[in-house]
């Protein structure tokens, strides 16, 4: 049966609305809106076992990694202390031998410190890393000897007594005063002995490291 509005209205049957003033003529059950869908959450087991994945994947070996870089330069520092002390006693012959035992040491003490398992190709990286501090630390002593012995006859004193330890013939040490009596010829040579000494640091110190890691293989989860 049809009804009228308070406004006057004649209304209309099953009408929501009065059509002249706007007044609702029945109450909205909130039952008929259908709530907006949740996002299903991640159950806690499920993050755990993200985030277990995501540890179990080892940190690249490279100068951004802070554990191999505070390793490499440990073992370099120690290297250069070895040699340096091989060098007072005569003993210069061992210097590869210690410059490999520096990439050996630096893979041991990278797998102490961090519990992960090293590759052979990251143990090379390691040892590289140590190569690089080696040559860095070595060309810093150079540069400050050679700084403090220009200009005097100490340099020249100093090979002689090199020489003498290696046993170089005795005509090197007159090779060596042409040599410094000529700056072109010495920036060379001091430019190519580095390239040298850098290629001969960081090989060894890769194949010790490679070594290390072989002897030890990287375990398997």
């Known amino acids: 049966m049809e009804g009228i509005c308070t406004c006057g209205a004649k209304l209309v049957e099953d009408a929501m609305f009065c059509h002249r003033c706007g007044r609702p003529l029945r109450e909205i059950s909130p039952g008929g809106v259908e709530p907006e869908p949740q996002p299903a959450e991640v159950l806690p087991a499920e993050t755990a076992a993200l985030l277990d994945e995501v540890a179990a994947v080892p940190a690249p070996i490279?100068?951004?990694?802070?554990s191999a870089v505070r390793v490499g330069?440990?073992?370099a520092t120690i290297v250069q202390l070895a040699v340096t002390l091989a060098a007072a006693a005569g003993a210069s012959i061992l210097m590869p031998l210690m410059l490999f035992a520096g990439g050996f040491y630096s893979v041991f003490l990278y797998r102490r410190r961090t519990g992960e398992g090293v590759s052979i190709r990251n143990g090379?990286?390691?040892?590289?890393?140590?190569?690089v501090f080696s040559f860095v630390i070595m060309t810093v002593l150079f540069t400050v000897g050679m700084a403090a012995l220009a200009?005097?006859?100490?340099l020249l004193k100093a090979y002689k007594d090199s020489a003498a330890n290696l046993g170089l013939p005795p005509d090197s040490a007159d090779?060596?005063?042409?040599?410094?009596n000529d700056?072109?010829?010495l920036a060379l040579s001091i430019v190519l002995g580095l390239a040298i000494q850098f290629l001969f640091l960081t090989?060894?110190?890769s194949v010790g490291?490679?070594?290390?890691?072989?002897?030890?293989p990287e375990r398997k989860s």
């Open 151 to 154: 200009g005097s006859d100490q």
């Open 209 to 216: 490291g490679a070594v290390g890691a072989r002897l030890n």
């Open 62 to 66: 490279n100068f951004h990694n802070g």
């Open 124 to 131: 090379a990286r390691i040892g590289w890393m140590t190569g």
């Open 203 to 205: 090989l060894l110190c």
């Open 175 to 180: 090779q060596m005063q042409k040599l410094l």
């Open 183 to 185: 700056p072109g010829a």
């Open 73 to 75: 330069f440990l073992a």
